[in-house]
Structure formats: structure tokens, C-alpha cells
């Protein structure tokens, strides 16, 4: 038997329900802090790190939270329609990925009286879904969950202008005047650049809505201008966006002789790769 709940109690039970929100507040790699909200209007909040505006045009749709009381990192996913917060070259961009990420609740009745806190951790990779972004997030015991070291390789271990490379990698400004898609244009600039010279570089958006997203790597480079990416950028960039070339490294211990850089080549070239394993005695062939 059942019956329906009224009164006071009815009462206390609606008016906690319909004051409690969800906030995400997403602090991004480069430096910049998004918040998100639920709620039907703008919020500003304070965690204790400086305030800032949580945005409810975008609204969000946390997932069930998944809890662990071992070592299994706890998680959840927190959905929303893509909009001018949370935009669709910033999502496919990889400007949201590894974001430090906050979950919480607040009386927007009363903001001052402090939040809920539901899950503290980092942004995995960012998608699209049917047009909605997806962002997964898993709590700071996930970093105890991760292999650390390095491989054996042929090619250079580290990245092309890192501190164990050495090198400062050559980089020129450049402006769209032509787009063939999201997978080649082509820029303006100044001086002059040979055939393949920023081959195996990266291009880097510094304006437009491709701006904040990640590095893409060159496929081809023409002394025109004309640019083939590797992958697919997040959207065709726009005529008059400016960019940033970087001329790359292919990771050869030949290409680490080109830049008089051998003594930090991190690659092994020398070790027998599975070909060499894998051998087998042929009869008649005396051929090692």
C-alpha cells in the first residue's frame, strides 16, 4: 500500500529538489576556466580559486557517478548541445582534453551557503555525439592506473623540441588566403620555404574558431604555400585566420645528422626488429 506524501514534509522535499543545480567548472590546459550550469539562467560561483560566470546556454547532462572504494578510478560522463561556450572545433580540437574538471551542486537560491562537492578529476578525450559534446572524466586516482617509461624504437623517442631534443624548432606566421578543406589549404607568408621544408611539422591556429585546438601535423608543404595535413582539422579554417608553421622532424637518425643533433637521437635503430625474430631456417638457403 502506498500513499501520497503531503504537507510540510511534500513541501521541504519539492523546495530542496527544485534549488539544488549542477555546476562543472572545466579549467583548461591553456590557461583558460569555462564553467557550465543546468540551471535556467546565468550563475557566478567562487570554489575557492576565483569566481567565475557558469554559463546556462549550454546546459549539461551529468551521467551516474561510478564509484570505487580500490585502486578503479571513479568516473562519469557530463553531455551537452554543442553551443558558443562549448564549440564544436574546440571539442574535436583537443582543447578540452586533459582539462582539470570539478562536478558539484549549489542552492542557486543561496550561493553563499557553500556547494556539493560530487567528483574532482580530469577530462579524458573530449567527443561528438549526435551532435552533443561528451566529456569524460575520471578521478585523480587514474593517474596510479598509468604505464610510465619509454619504448625501444627506431625512431626518436622524445618530441621535436623538447628539452631532450635540444632543438628550437624553425616557425614562421602565416595567413589563409585559400582553403580546400579541412584537410589542405593554402597561406601566405614571408621568405622563402623549398619544396617539403615544413614536412612532418605542425600548423597551430592562433585565431579563428580553430584557435586553442591542438597542433596538426604537415603532411606536404609546397614552396607555394600549399599545406596537406596529416588529419583532418576540427573544420575548414577561414580565409584571413592566422596560423603558426613549425618546420618538424621525421625522427630518422639520418634527420637527427641533418640537424647536427645525433648526440641526443634517442631511437635505436640497430635492434632487430620481429622480421628478425620471427626467422626460420629455409632448406637450400644459406642466406642469413
Request: proline residues 4%; hydrophobic residues 40%; contains cysteine.
Amino acid at each position: 500500500m502506498s500513499r501520497a506524501l503531503g504537507g510540510p514534509l511534500a513541501a521541504h522535499i519539492a523546495t530542496r529538489t527544485h534549488t539544488r543545480c549542477a555546476m562543472l567548472r572545466l579549467d583548461l590546459p591553456d590557461g583558460t576556466s569555462i564553467g557550465v550550469t543546468d540551471h535556467d539562467r546565468d550563475l557566478e560561483c567562487d570554489l575557492g580559486d576565483g569566481a567565475i560566470t557558469y554559463s546556462a546556454s549550454t546546459g549539461i547532462l551529468p551521467s551516474d557517478v561510478r564509484l570505487s572504494a580500490g585502486f578503479d578510478a571513479d568516473n562519469l560522463e557530463v553531455t551537452g548541445p554543442i553551443g558558443d561556450v562549448v564549440t564544436l572545433a574546440a571539442v574535436l580540437g583537443g582543447r578540452f582534453n586533459n582539462a582539470r574538471a570539478r562536478l558539484f551542486q549549489v542552492n542557486w537560491r543561496s550561493l553563499g551557503s557553500g556547494s556539493i562537492k560530487i567528483l574532482a578529476g580530469d577530462v579524458g578525450d573530449a567527443r561528438v555525439e549526435g551532435g552533443k559534446f561528451v566529456l569524460p572524466i575520471t578521478s585523480d586516482i587514474a593517474r596510479f592506473n598509468q604505464t610510465i617509461g619509454s619504448v625501444i624504437t627506431p625512431y626518436c623517442a622524445t618530441d621535436f623540441g623538447s628539452a631532450l631534443c635540444t632543438l628550437t624548432p624553425e616557425e614562421i606566421s602565416a595567413t589563409v588566403t585559400a582553403v580546400a578543406g579541412d584537410l589542405g589549404f593554402t597561406v601566405s607568408f614571408t621568405g622563402s620555404y623549398a619544396d617539403d621544408y615544413f614536412n612532418d611539422g605542425q600548423v597551430e591556429f592562433t585565431s579563428g574558431a580553430l584557435a586553442g585546438t591542438a597542433p596538426v601535423e604537415i603532411f606536404q608543404w609546397s614552396a607555394s604555400g600549399s599545406l596537406v595535413l596529416f588529419t583532418a582539422l576540427a573544420e575548414a579554417p577561414e580565409i584571413g585566420d592566422t596560423l603558426a608553421v613549425r618546420r618538424g622532424c621525421a625522427r630518422t637518425r639520418a634527420a637527427c645528422m641533418a640537424y647536427s643533433n645525433i648526440l641526443n637521437f634517442r631511437g635505436f635503430p640497430e635492434v632487430p626488429g620481429s622480421d628478425q625474430v620471427l626467422k626460420y631456417a629455409v632448406p637450400g638457403n644459406s642466406g642469413v
